[in-house]
């Protein structure tokens, strides 16, 4: 454990972790919303990128702007893939 919620991995890797979501359901109700996605060989859920986002504009810190944007971005090009399949 580096802090509360950032951990080292064996690579030295840093992974921030999440106890509690601002903004959102309860975790529980989110946690059933999640992905499952393998990181370094350990499966750990994800939220959907709309809950992220939803979660950073609660909060309103302002490094969460530029990870707002970024999601933004990502959110309309998935959509517009969408569109041309």
Do not use: W
Request: net charge positive; charged share 30%.
């Amino acid at each position: 454990m580096v802090r509360n919620t950032v951990v080292a991995l064996s690579d030295q890797t840093l992974v921030n972790f999440v106890y509690e979501v601002t903004g959102l359901r309860a975790f529980a109700t989110e946690l059933r919303r999640s992905r499952i996605v393998s990181f370094h060989g350990v499966k750990v859920p994800v939220l959907p990128l709309e809950s992220i986002r939803k979660s950073k504009l609660a909060v309103g810190r302002p490094k969460d702007f530029t990870h707002i944007q970024q999601i933004e971005t990502t959110l309309k090009c998935r959509k517009a893939d969408r569109k041309r399949k």
